[in-house]
C-alpha cells in the first residue's frame, strides 16, 4: 500500500451556542508507506482536530479520508474501530499506559484485544521492548519506569499491531530535552524500518526537521513541503 492515508476535502466545523467554528476547510494531506511528516502549526490551528479525523476517532464534515484505501466515511461504526485497531497506531503526549500491567502487558493487549494468541502477542511485545532498550524492563510496572521509558513502551504498543499508519500528538513534549531527542530518535528509526507512515504533530523545529517534510495549517488547509 503505497498511501496508507489520504485525506481530500476534510472539513471540520465546530457548533456552539456563540456560533460556528470553522477549524479544517479542506485539507488534502497523503502519506506514503515509510514516511515520516511533521505537522507544525501554532495552537488552535487544528493540529489535533486534524490527527482526531484522520485517526477515525471523529467524523469531518466534509471530505473524505482513504485508510489503507478503504474509504472510512462509507464504512460503519464497528468497521472503523476494526481500522483503529488493526491498520493505525496512536501515541499521545501523555503515556496513558495502564498501571496496574506491566511494560509487557502493556504492549500485550492491543494485540489480544486484536485476537492475537497471548504468546504470540507475547512474542512481539518483547521484541518491540527489545528494540527500544526495554528488554529488561519488561517485567516493571509503569510506575517503576521513568519519563522515557513510559514513552518508548506507549510507542512499542502504538507498534504492535503493525500499523501502516502512525499518528502521534507530541510524543515526546512531557520529556526533558536530552530524553526527548533519544526517544525521538528512536521512534523516528523503527517507523522508517517497519515501512509505517507517520504523521507527527510537534511544536519542536529541531524535531520537525529530522523528518521527511514538514506541513502546516493555514487558514484551514494543509500547506508546505
Do not use: C, W
Request: proline share 4%.
Amino acid at each position: 500500500m503505497n498511501e496508507p492515508l489520504r485525506l481530500q476535502g476534510v472539513q471540520r466545523t465546530y457548533r456552539s451556542e456563540s456560533g460556528a467554528l470553522p477549524v479544517l476547510r479542506g485539507v488534502d494531506l497523503t502519506l506514503e508507506a515509510g514516511e515520516i511528516v511533521a505537522l507544525v502549526a501554532p495552537s488552535g490551528a487544528g493540529k489535533s482536530t486534524l490527527l482526531h479525523l484522520a485517526g477515525l476517532l471523529d467524523r469531518p464534515d466534509g471530505g473524505s479520508i482513504l485508510v489503507a484505501g478503504r474509504d472510512a466515511g462509507v464504512l460503519s461504526d464497528a468497521a472503523r474501530t476494526a481500522i483503529r485497531r488493526d491498520t493505525i497506531g496512536f501515541v499521545y503526549q501523555m503515556h496513558h499506559l495502564l498501571a496496574e500491567f506491566s511494560a509487557l502487558e502493556n504492549v500485550m493487549l492491543p494485540q489480544m484485544i486484536a485476537g492475537h494468541p497471548r504468546r504470540a502477542a507475547a512474542a512481539r511485545a518483547r521484541e518491540l521492548l527489545g528494540v527500544f532498550g526495554l528488554g529488561e524492563r519488561a517485567q516493571h510496572l509503569p510506575g517503576k519506569l521513568s519519563g522515557g521509558e513510559q514513552q518508548r513502551v506507549a510507542i512499542a504498543r502504538a507498534l504492535a499491531n503493525s500499523p501502516a499508519v502512525l499518528l502521534a500528538d507530541e510524543p515526546t513534549g512531557n520529556l526533558d530535552v536530552a530524553t526527548a531527542g533519544v526517544v525521538f530518535e528512536e521512534l523516528l528509526r523503527v517507523v522508517r524500518e517497519q515501512r509505517v507512515a507517520a504523521l507527527i504533530a510537534t511544536h519542536n523545529p529541531e524535531l520537525a526537521a529530522r523528518m521527511d517534510r514538514t506541513v502546516t495549517l493555514r487558514d484551514g488547509r494543509v500547506a508546505g513541503a
